[in-house]
């Protein structure tokens, strides 16, 4: 029997794993780049943490001019957020549209940086302990 035949775990509709090993995520991913929001003028930026194992954040950092605590003066301190994306560490990424939409609206609200951790998806390689022990 063909080992990619036999699905040996399901958790409709969000995944399915093969006897083989391989994975088929069934949720769509829609990543969207780093970039300036129109809405909120809040900049991100794609940085790799540690390129061996992929780990990699996007930071958001608001405008500083535009902060409400600034009172249009420019900030020379801003404090910081850090999150872990959800997707109980199977389904996701840091760069999926709603996510990039909150943290840009969060960022902004905040007058904070945030940084937004990425991290390899469980089951990506099976042979591998799952995210975040392997990751941070």
């Known amino acids: 029997m063909d080992p990619d035949a036999k699905v040996t775990f399901e958790f409709v509709p969000v995944i399915w794993q093969y006897r083989s090993g391989r994975v088929e995520r069934m949720l769509p991913v829609n990543p969207v780049p780093p970039s ?3 809405a909120t003028d809040v900049a991100s930026k794609d940085v790799t943490i540690d390129a061996a194992t992929g780990l ?6 608001p405008d500083l001019f535009a902060c409400p605590s600034s009172g249009g003066a420019v900030r020379t301190r801003v404090s910081n957020r850090c999150l872990l ?3 109980g560490l199977v389904v996701g990424s840091t ?6 939409a909150f943290l840009n609206h969060l960022a902004a609200r905040a007058s904070a ?3 937004f951790v990425e991290y390899r998806l469980a089951w990506s390689r099976p ?4 995210p975040p022990a392997t990751s941070l």
């Open 85 to 87: 994306h959800g997707g």
């Open 56 to 61: 990699w954040a996007r930071l958001y950092l």
């Open 95 to 100: 760069a999926d549209t709603p996510k990039h």
């Open 113 to 115: 940086l945030a940084v």
């Open 127 to 130: 042979s591998t302990p799952s």
């Open 36 to 38: 300036v929001d129109v």
